[in-house]
Nanobody, 119 residues
């Protein structure tokens, strides 16, 4: 079992910045990829924002390239993935979810954190 704790969402004006953090604890030894997804208002599906593998390879959505960066840190019993979001736009408004991928095919989702970009 993995516990995911997300933090850092909130309200920001266009052009502003936010930093989201997701800490995974518990069964982290078999996590090979970890990332952030988002679900915009009135959308039914979550889309990839950015992800990072245990080896440090990143995958960034075209819509946020040049504005968002993802980084990770690890200890013996936890993994933390941070999403730095700069030059935020109104279309970045969404609920952001942390997701982990495990060898064997299982995934875990965080509870979600709201990001609202509005003047």
């Amino acid at each position: 079992q993995v516990q995911l704790v997300e933090s850092g969402g909130g309200l920001v004006q266009p052009g502003g910045s936010l930093r989201l953090s997701c800490k995974a604890s518990g069964r982290v030894f078999d996590i090979y990829d970890m990332g952030w997804y988002r679900q915009a208002p009135l959308r039914t599906q979550r889309e990839l924002v950015a992800s990072i593998t245990r080896a440090g390879s990143t995958n960034i959505a075209d819509s946020v390239k040049g504005r968002f960066t993802i980084s990770r840190d690890s200890t013996s019993n936890s993994l933390t993935v941070d999403l730095q979001m700069n030059n935020l736009k109104t279309e970045d408004t969404a609920v952001y979810y942390c997701k982990t991928f495990h060898y064997g095919g299982s995934v875990d989702w965080g509870q979600g954190t709201q990001v609202t970009v509005s003047s």
